[in-house]
């Protein structure tokens, strides 16, 4: 069936680096967009970043612009998203998601990054 | 960016009520909007995008309306699997943007 896996978060301090991974399975990856969507209790969901299915297009919100960085790799099915200068105010749950024409679906069941000294 | 802002934030309501959760679109998106269900501990599911149109699999209780800058998520008939929060999205422009959510809690 069509699933997204994450995988890659925990507890890191501020300054630090952390890499997040999404496992694809059960479609075609590279016809795809695929997201990051973030989210927290007090902002709720957040789009975050988004890669087009040849890589060549690339988004990433003004709060981690220069910061996190998307990539995928369409021979392996898998996502990327490489946070460096974590703040606290990246503390969330971190979802990968596919773009499916206008919508996300499906979403992943997530993995929570935590961002404290 | 687009706001996306939903009334009410939270509704009590017991099994079998009528329930409408809106959804209001700083400019227009067309039809460009998308509902999701997220229970406790999950992650948000699809239930309706493109305004209107039901995702497979989802009970048929759930509809959408709206076209510009309002929408409606309407449960004709609540059922116990549906106390969870509803999310809007548009997709009409970059970035995606969701509205705040609406809490759908027991009466």
């Known amino acids: 069936q069509v699933q997204v896996v994450e995988s890659g978060g925990g507890l890191v301090k501020p300054g630090g680096s952390l890499r997040l991974s999404c496992a694809a399975s059960?479609?075609?990856?590279?016809?795809?967009?695929m997201t990051w969507i973030r989210q927290t209790p007090g902002k709720g969901l957040e789009w975050v970043s988004y890669?087009?299915?040849?890589?060549?297009?690339?988004y990433h919100a003004d709060s981690v612009k220069g910061r996190f960085t998307i990539s995928r790799d369409n021979a392996k099915n898998s996502l990327y998203l490489q946070m460096n200068s974590l703040r606290a105010e990246d503390t969330a749950m971190y979802y990968c998601?596919?773009?499916?024409?206008?919508?996300?679906?499906?979403w992943g069941q997530g993995t929570l990054v935590t961002v404290s000294s | 960016d687009i706001q996306m802002t939903q009334s009410p934030s939270s509704l009590s309501a017991s099994v079998g009520d009528r329930v409408t959760i809106t959804c209001r679109a700083s400019?227009?998106?067309?039809?460009?909007l998308n509902w999701y269900q997220q229970k406790p501990g999950k992650a948000p599911k699809l239930l309706i995008y493109?305004?209107?149109s039901l995702q497979s699999g989802v009970p048929s209780r759930f509809s959408g309306s709206g076209s510009g800058t309002d929408f409606t998520l309407t449960i004709s008939s609540l059922q116990p699997e549906d106390f969870a929060t509803y999310y809007c999205?548009?997709?009409?422009?970059?970035?995606?943007?969701f509205g705040q959510g609406s809490k759908v809690e027991i009466k």
């Open positions: 998601a596919r773009e499916y024409l206008n919508w996300f679906d499906p």
């Open positions: 890669i087009s299915g040849s890589g060549s297009t690339i």
């Open positions: 059960g479609f075609t990856f590279s016809d795809y967009y």
């Open positions: 999205q548009q997709s009409y422009s970059s970035p995606r943007t």
């Open positions: 493109g305004a209107s």
């Open positions: 400019q227009t998106i067309s039809s460009y």
